[in-house]
Structure formats: C-alpha cells, structure tokens
C-alpha cells in the first residue's frame, strides 16, 4: 500500500506563511504553502497523511501549530532551532530550503539523536506567557528608574541615588 508508506514533512513557520515540503523514500517532493491563519492551518491538516512524520522549528507560532497537527493525531516533532547548525551555516537561507533541510533532519536521525523541545501543555503556556509578561514588565520598571536617575543627574540633583528610587515608598518620599 502506497499510503502506508511514512513521509516526513518539514514545516518553515513564517509570520504569514509556512513553507511546507513532503518528502519519503523516492525523489519526488511535494511542495505546498499555507497562511498562518486558523483556515490555512486547517487546509495543512487536511493535506497531511496519517503515517506523515512533521518537523518544525520551535518559534511564536510552532506550538499552536504542532497542537493542531498533534490533535489530528500526527506525529511531531519541535526542533530547537538553537541546535540546528545545519540550516544556520546554510549559504542558502531561504524557506524552502529550510523546510526541506527540516524534513532531511527527521528523515536521517531518530527522534532521540534530534535537538527535540517539548511541546508544553495549556498550563505551561500561561505560565510562560506569564513569566515573560512579568519579565518585561521587570526590564520597563528598571529602565524608568535608570532614565529617572539620570534626570536627576543631569538636573544637578546628584544626592538622589537609585537606592533611592528603588521602593515605592522611597520614590514617594522625594
């Protein structure tokens, strides 16, 4: 049986597209293109086989994409784009050469041999998006104390130094 047979698909995630390639045992490639939007990650769904294997980069938008092909029960896997020198040291660096160098990666070494980020589940999502939420909050409080403390400065108002601008209630007390 033909579709039986397991083809690894490689997915480069733009902001608004993802350059898809389908590759197996021969040497002919399907190539196709869908839209980040809910619809075309759907029309991606339904374009994959159940026995494809799927590759991506983990980005902004992988994991909302590795879910919905995890759902249709098709097998993922997110590449930690950190680890992957091969599409990095690349002369070529475009899409489709990306997307086809994700697919050769999975194709070539086992599932245990790749640089592989789990997919997290609802829960850690918030939590990340928390954690990076409070973080750049975090970075904008020190830069306005950084500027503040400054402006102090260069007003001439040198006996104002960032201890003081640490707390609430010291700020408040100038």
């Known amino acids: 049986m033909k579709s039986q047979e397991i083809k690894y698909v490689g997915i480069d995630c ?11 045992d021969n040497s002919l490639h399907q190539r196709q293109q869908f839209s980040t939007t809910e619809i075309g990650i759907s029309k991606l769904i339904n374009w994959l086989n159940p ?11 992988s994991f909302r994409i590795a879910k919905s092909i995890l759902n249709k029960g098709i097998q993922v896997i997110v590449l930690n784009p950190g680890d992957l ?5 690349s002369l070529k660096k475009t899409d489709k050469e990306d997307s ?10 086992p599932i245990e041999e790749l640089p592989v980020v789990p997919i ?24 306005s104390k950084n500027r503040l403390h400054s402006l ?23």
């Open 14 to 24: 733009g902001k608004k597209t993802l350059e898809v390639i389908r590759i197996g």
């Open 85 to 89: 020198a091969t599409i990095y040291q």
């Open 51 to 61: 026995n494809d294997v799927v590759g991506l980069e983990a980005g902004s938008q």
């Open 100 to 109: 086809l160098k994700i697919a050769r990666l999975i194709q070539r070494f």
């Open 120 to 143: 997290p589940n609802d829960e850690e999502e918030d939590n990340r998006r928390l954690c990076t939420e409070q973080e750049n909050w975090t970075r904008q409080l020190t830069q």
């Open 152 to 174: 102090f400065t260069q007003a001439g108002l040198t006996h104002i130094t960032k201890k003081h601008l640490r707390t609430k209630a010291n700020r408040e007390a100038l």
